[in-house]
């Protein structure tokens, strides 16, 4: 699931308005729309102020690009 998608679905299971959850979260109404809407630079620790509400944080992922490859080049 990507990230967007579950603050989203995160905020309207708890019948949150963006402005209730950045007020909640300590950060900007823009903030959350660029959150939600996908943006693609944002500040881990703003997201982890947000994901923090909802019991969650950033970690690392793995992709599905193959890790030893990139490491031989």
């Given amino acids: ?3 967007q998608n579950f603050v989203r679905d995160k ?31 944002l500040k881990v620790d703003k997201v982890n102020q947000v994901l923090d509400l909802f019991g969650y ?3 690392p992922v793995l992709s599905d690009r193959n890790f030893e490859e990139d490491e031989k080049s």
């Fill in 11 to 41: 905020r309207k299971s708890l019948k949150m308005t963006q402005v209730d959850l950045s007020l909640k979260a300590g950060v900007g109404l823009r903030f959350i729309r660029e959150l939600e809407q996908g943006k693609e630079t």
């Fill in 57 to 59: 944080e950033l970690g």
């Fill in 1 to 3: 699931m990507k990230l």
